[in-house]
């Protein structure tokens, strides 16, 4: 099992990322120690070289991070035909329980990356650097993170046993059951669809008044919708969007729709739901960072593009369900 060549390539690249991080952060120790702005010693100039390096490495560091949280789910999926019971990347999961998991900790990483390769370039693209000490601190939180990553995607890989027989979607994400997920399969279509029409409407609104006004409290609150929006749109997967996409009125997997079957078509949704989700967040985050001028105006100048990108991320997230509703021979009339 551990010689599958999505299996290797997870494994081998996070050593790799983990000797990065660990190495980064051993200067960041020194960094959050000795840096001073302020002055022009050898040693600063030192440590300002050295945070361009160790930048650049992070940067390929956490875009492994983006792209395994990709990888894992495609490697779950392939390997599902290798397990009795196993019908998708559900299987395979459930296979070995450490897989869920290795699977919430790769989404957490997902979106720690991709904020901290954003807010990365934001403050090199200034002369004073600011950020400096802040993205260091955060890098010595990140770190026991990503070893927690191999570490379980070890235990997960290495504890796989074809023999055993697993479970699949049918009875994880099933109206039956007693879990958070058998809720959402449970709730009502048309109420399910009535929560995800409001959460949308108010995401996309206040995007647009973002993009228009320059309030704080516009963006603050834009960060609480796009959190809300991120768990409602996962919810609405589970609860009505599946149904459509697989056109069956009983069939809530979320993972299903990774297969070629279905012409890949959760890739590119769960795609606009990330980059929907990360660059509606990063307008709010950002705010506190305005009290340093050259960050104040570099923030000013990239807010209009994150807000496009959020708002075009969603809408191709929405792209998928919709056509299936509106143009698909699929109807919830009885529901």
């Not at 995007?207 to 768990?231: E, K, N």
């Not at 000013?300 to 593009?305: K, L, V």
Request: glycine residues 8%.
């Amino acid at each position: 099992m551990i010689l599958h060549p999505g299996i290797l390539a997870l494994l081998s690249g996070s050593v790799i990322t983990l000797i990065i991080v660990i190495a980064a952060s051993l200067i960041a120790v020194r960094i959050l120690r000795r840096w001073d702005r302020d002055s022009g010693s050898e040693e600063q100039l030192t440590l300002e070289r050295r945070t361009w390096l160790v930048s650049a490495l992070l940067n390929y560091a956490f875009a492994f991070q983006i792209g395994s949280a990709v990888l894992f789910v495609f490697t779950a999926e392939d390997i599902h035909p290798l397990f009795i019971g196993a019908m998708c990347a559900t299987g395979s999961l459930n296979a070995n329980l450490v897989g869920w998991l290795v699977l919430l900790l790769k989404g957490l990483l997902l979106f720690i990356g991709a904020l901290w390769l954003l807010f990365n370039s934001l403050d090199q693209s200034t002369e004073d650097t600011p950020l400096v000490r802040v993205k260091y601190r955060a890098l010595l939180v990140i770190a026991p993170l990503v070893a927690l990553d191999l570490y379980l995607q070890w235990s997960y890989f290495s504890g796989l046993q074809p023999e055993v027989i697993t479970s699949c979607c049918g009875s994880l994400f099933s109206s039956q059951g007693d879990s958070v997920v058998s809720e959402l399969a449970g709730m009502p279509p048309r109420q399910a669809m009535g929560l995800f029409a409001v959460a949308s409407l108010v995401y996309l609104g206040l995007l647009a008044a973002c993009y228009r006004f320059r309030s704080a409290i516009l963006r603050h609150l834009l960060f609480a919708a796009t959190v809300i929006m991120f768990f409602v749109s996962l919810g609405g997967v589970v609860s009505f969007i599946s149904l459509y996409i697989y056109q069956m009125p009983s069939h809530h997997c979320p993972f299903d729709m990774l297969q070629g079957y279905y012409y890949f078509v959760g890739y590119p949704l769960y795609a606009g739901l990330f980059v929907a989700t990360v660059f509606g967040l990063i307008p709010g985050l950002s705010q506190p960072y305005k009290r340093y001028p050259s960050l104040a105006a570099e923030i000013e100048r990239r807010e209009p593009r994150w807000l496009v990108i959020s708002g075009c991320g969603y809408l191709l997230f929405l792209f998928f369900p919709l056509w299936q509703m509106l143009f698909g021979p699929f109807k919830l009339l009885g529901y």
